[in-house]
């Protein structure tokens, strides 16, 4: 069975860091480009970040650039996002996806394969 799994999600006050995690199982990730997703309460899905699968290139949304870093563990099959200086507008659940390419993924309808999400909010 074909499965991405979030975690890493929670609660953290403005100017924190969590990690979130994306594990995957029932396929390998060696092949897939990875992306990471947000949505808000009464606000579209965004992109966040994406990381290829080839040469490991990297794309990130202005909103977190400098603060936001992708990578991935073939090995683990898993892929990570972390989170530095949270501000609130991160608040929003976090879904990560795969796209079968070996170059980064910036559209949505790309992606095959959804986790179930994991939220994350930043508040004082």
């Known amino acids: 069975q074909v499965q991405l799994v979030e975690s890493g999600g929670g609660l953290v006050q403005p100017g924190g860091s969590l990690r979130l995690s994306c594990a995957a199982s029932?396929?390998?990730?060696?092949?897939?480009?990875i992306g990471w997703f947000r949505q808000a309460p009464g606000k579209e899905r965004e992109g966040v970040s994406c990381?290829?699968?080839?040469?490991?290139?990297?794309y990130y949304a202005d909103s977190v650039k400098g603060r936001f870093t992708i990578s991935r563990d073939n090995a683990k099959n898993t892929v990570y996002l972390q989170m530095n200086s949270l501000k609130p507008e991160d608040t929003a659940v976090y879904y990560c996806?795969?796209?079968?390419?070996?170059?980064?993924?910036?559209?949505?309808?790309?992606?095959?394969?959804w986790g179930q999400g994991t939220q994350v909010t930043v508040s004082s």
């Open positions: 029932g396929f390998t990730l060696d092949y897939y480009a």
């Open positions: 990381i290829s699968s080839n040469d490991g290139s990297t």
């Open positions: 996806a795969a796209a079968p390419s070996l170059h980064v993924v910036t559209t949505v309808y790309e992606y095959d394969y």
